[in-house]
């Protein structure tokens, strides 16, 4: 095997890498999308079983920009959903004065007894 054979090896496993990752976006892109009906995504992925080559440039080319949208509108939904999971783990943590606050208001309600108040209050000072 000669050096050239290498260099040739090693440019069609790349070339060949980028093509399937190609045919996984497209095929991630047509689940993904809840405007295109059934059987337009059956349309789309016989042609990419038929003539991948040829139906991945063609819907690269027409629903390129449409792709690029849904891409942006998927991780700017997971940065919300983590952004609103930090707030409210964050936000549930109250100081142990609001929760010896917060318990003495139960008691006065008569929500809880004086020996729940103890344990809520021992255990706020604890933390």
Do not use: C, H
């Not at 016989?46 to 390129?64: D, E, K, W």
């Not at 939904?77 to 983590?82: L, S």
């Not at 003495?104 to 108040?117: M, P, V």
């Amino acid at each position: 095997m000669s050096f050239w054979d290498v260099v040739w090896f090693i440019i069609i496993a790349f070339a060949f890498t980028a093509y399937l990752m190609m045919l996984f976006s497209i095929v991630a892109d047509l689940f993904r999308d809840p405007e295109t009906s059934g059987l337009a995504k059956a349309v789309w992925l016989i042609a990419l079983v038929f003539f991948p080559v040829l139906t991945a440039l063609v819907y690269v080319i027409v629903r390129g920009r449409g792709m690029a949208e849904r891409n942006l509108a998927g991780r700017a939904a997971v940065q919300r959903q983590q952004d609103d999971y930090i707030k409210q783990v964050a936000g549930s943590s109250a100081t142990p004065t609001d929760q010896i606050a917060q318990a003495s208001a139960l008691l006065e309600k008569g929500t809880i007894s004086q020996s729940e108040f103890d344990t809520l209050k021992a255990k706020a000072l604890a933390v």
